[in-house]
């Protein structure tokens, strides 16, 4: 999934547009032509107009539904490669990297024979486990993640139209920030889509865990506050819950992220820029993965096809990729210089100080053991076929943090229950994979051993 | 290399669209016809096939002509190049034999002679499994059974298969046999597509498919007896030497035990219920042990 907007940036040497003529008409939701921001203080909202700022290096920007987007992509791609004797297969999942005496020579997956391979190109998202595998992303410190979670509102395109004033082809961003989060630091956002709205939020994945915040509290508060109801009205249908994890590049993003025979663009590689309150992610993987594809095709017809991950690091800090995504200090201000207190603002969100990830459950061995002894844990551990996530070891975390689960709420991942057995009381946590979605948090926050479930097997965006 | 599929149109047997006249006789005309459930073994067996070694592929059935649709059906499982259908009225009430005959006469007509047959394991309706063993029996061709994994050796012209020796899936063999022959999948058959240009290919196939079978009838050949040069009095009704006396309706099995439904508000009616789990609360750990 994704927030999501894509950006095509005037610096940059490729855009998806440039890559896949007709990309705006076929996979793309409404442009954004106007951005706001809005600083809420109790009933009280500041509204910033930040349009020139975000039309700053700027071609265009859309709003994107994932769904539709890659549905497009996929069809694209598949008759661009299967012209050259290749084609896009899905529903198969690469499970790790094959190796000869220690190098890397291509692929292993779960459902085909292992792929061998001049130049892989992972660009398998946030939670790559070949990243992973090869030692060149981790998942240790929530403070180089943030946590986003999205909701998918149902709105008709006249609807849309009058209640933002716009028109069908024009379109709206608005990110909100303030005390409506108990202190989390991070900001809302909502996009206009062509007959939906995307409406979610950002954090710091380190804060969720030092607050213990619900994160689904989180949505709600922004969804439920009266500025929103402008848009919204009494009554909305909300027709997709979604969420995933974004890599905060300043701090995650690889500056040499290939090794072998192996490169990771995009999200795998930690290439999302948090440019202040406005995230770019898509347009970086776009450039980076069509630079991991000219440093091959450059490797190969020097000879020298083992020098394509070198030539693509050099491609990336050549052509400014890297310095947007690890600046040498974070140029915020810049970006949002027409006004001192969206600066503060942004300045907040970023640089505030991190606190370390405490251990919140005093007795979490003692619960972990009951956990484990659970007979309903037991019919519940996974298997290599649908579960995926084995339990955490610091339980408290992920029940919080994990964007599906809650404490005394039914419907989650983990649910921290009490259970009564002759007259005595046990506090346990429960697991079942079957709502989650698949976004990685409990890896990072709770040391589970989270992996993605066989080929065609995990949860499926409708609208992403 | 060139395929052919055997299959045939069953009365569907599913809860709800089986029908039965007041003589618990099936009413043929209200229950609707779909293709055999057990040859959907042999259409993924044939379709291994055909993504491995490439080729020809046809589908082939005895029976009205309205069977478009089960032929559609298979065409669209096994991605099928054509279709053939042998139809006509003296084809009619053919028993096993008779539909042998001329099914092993339309394979023997076509034109592109298969390499390799696949035939359904049983059918819904009939449960005799004889109809594609003595399609082979009548061309003398070697036949396999309870295939469960196939290989193809174009080259040397062989076909090399594992089965299961009597039906039983605790004891397999590997054989080989000369082509042309008869393969008989094992429900226990499980397609593999391990290679990424097998997935590929499987998916040019359905992408192709999807277009033929929308104008599945074009791709339709039709046979009638005198096509086929077979003498009426050797198919159907008069070539069946089975006589099918009388179709008796398996009665229900009766209730044994008898319910009673308890209101958990009712402390009278619970406290029958308790008393009578007694004696069972007492055994607990007998019957644990057990």
């Given at each position: ?88 297969l899905t529903e198969v999942k690469v ?14 997956c779960e459902e085909l ?272 076929k649908t579960?995926y ?49 698949e ?13 993605h479930p066989s080929g065609g097997k995990g949860v499926e965006?409708?609208?992403? | ?192 597509y ?5 997935r ?91």
């Open positions: 999934m994704t927030g999501g907007l894509i950006y095509a940036e005037e610096s940059a040497p490729y855009t998806i547009d440039g890559i896949f003529p007709g990309f705006r008409e076929h996979a793309t939701e409404r442009p954004v032509t106007d951005y706001y921001i809005h600083n809420i203080a109790g009933e009280q909202v500041r509204t910033f107009d930040i349009t020139e700022g975000h039309e700053r290096d700027t071609e265009w920007a859309d709003a994107v539904l994932r769904r539709k987007m890659d549905s497009w992509m996929a069809e694209q791609v598949h008759e661009i490669t299967r012209e050259a004797g290749g084609g896009l499970n790790g990297l094959l190796r000869e005496d220690g190098e890397i020579i291509g692929v292993t024979d292992p792929i061998k391979a001049d130049f892989v190109v992972a660009a398998d998202g946030v939670n790559s486990e070949l990243a992973r595998e090869a030692g060149l992303m981790d998942w240790e410190e929530p403070e180089e993640w943030f946590q986003g979670v999205k909701a998918v509102v149902d709105m008709p395109g006249d609807a849309i139209n009058e209640r933002f004033g716009i028109t069908d082809e024009e379109g709206e961003a608005h990110l909100f920030s303030g005390d409506l989060y108990d202190g989390v630091r991070g900001g809302g956002f909502l996009y206009t889509n062509q007959d939906s709205l995307c409406i979610g939020n950002v954090f710091h994945l380190d804060s969720i865990v030092e607050e213990e915040a619900e994160v689904q509290d989180l949505l709600d508060a922004l969804l439920t506050h009266p500025v929103l109801a402008q848009w919204l009205g009494e009554e909305y249908d909300e027709r997709e819950y979604s969420a995933k994890l974004v890599p905060d590049s300043k701090k995650a993003a690889n500056p040499s992220p290939h090794q072998g025979r192996l490169a990771l663009v995009g999200d795998a590689g930690g290439q999302m820029q948090a440019q202040g309150p406005i995230i770019k992610g898509m347009n970086h993987a776009v450039t980076a993965g069509a630079l991991a594809a000219e440093a091959f095709v450059e490797a190969r017809s020097r000879g020298e096809p083992d020098s394509a991950g070198e030539r693509y690091e050099r491609r990336l800090h050549d052509e400014g990729v890297m310095d947007k995504l690890r600046p040498t200090r974070y140029e915020v201000a810049s970006a949002l210089s027409e006004n001192d207190t969206a600066t503060r603002l942004a300045e907040r969100a970023l640089d505030s100080s991190v606190g370390r990830l405490g251990v919140r459950m005093a007795d979490r061995a003692g619960l972990l053991e009951t956990a484990y002894s659970s007979p309903y844990l037991a019919t519940m551990m996974p298997d290599t579960p996530v084995t339990l955490p070891t610091i339980i408290g975390e992920a029940v919080t943090a994990c964007p599906v689960s809650a404490e005394d709420f039914g419907g989650g991942c983990y649910r921290d229950e009490t259970v009564q057995s002759n007259g005595d009381e046990k506090r346990v946590v429960s697991l079942d994979t079957q709502p989650c979605v976004c990685g948090t409990c890896a990072i926050v709770a040391d589970t051993q989270w992996e965006f409708r609208e992403g | 290399m060139h395929s052919v599929v055997l299959t045939k149109g069953v009365p569907d047997f599913r809860e709800g669209q089986v029908a039965f006249d007041e003589d618990g006789h099936l009413e043929r005309g209200n229950t609707p016809t779909v293709m055999n459930p057990n040859d959907k073994h042999a259409l993924r067996t044939a379709l291994q096939t055909k993504v491995r070694h490439g080729g020809t592929l046809s589908v082939m059935s005895m029976g009205p002509p309205g069977y478009g649709d089960v032929l559609r059906e298979a065409m669209e499982t096994v991605y099928a190049d054509d279709l053939y259908l042998l139809s006509d009225r003296e084809l009619a009430a053919s028993d096993t034999w008779a539909t042998a005959i001329t099914l092993a006469t339309g394979l023997q007509k076509m034109e592109n002679q298969p390499d390799l047959v696949f035939a359904g394991f049983k059918t819904a309706d009939g449960e005799t499994g004889h109809t594609g063993p003595q399609a082979c029996w009548c061309l003398d061709w070697p036949i396999i059974t309870h295939v469960v994994a196939l290989d193809v050796d174009e080259d040397e012209g062989t076909v090399r298969a594992k089965r299961l020796v009597e039906g039983d899936i605790e004891e397999i063999e590997t054989v080989e046999a000369p082509t042309p022959a008869f393969i008989v999948a094992d429900p226990e058959f499980e397609p593999t391990r290679k990424a240009a097998h590929l290919t499987l998916k040019d196939l359905r992408a192709e498919t999807k277009e033929r079978a929308e104008n599945h009838e074009e791709h339709l050949t039709t046979w009638d007896h005198a096509d086929l040069n077979l003498d009426p009095d050797y198919i159907g009704l008069d070539g069946s030497p089975t006589i099918v006396s009388s179709v008796d309706p398996i009665p229900k099995a009766p209730a044994e035990r008898e319910a009673t439904v308890v209101d958990p508000d009712d402390g009278e009616g619970m406290g029958e219920v308790f008393e009578a789990m007694e004696p069972f609360a007492d055994g607990r750990s007998e019957a644990a042990g057990d």
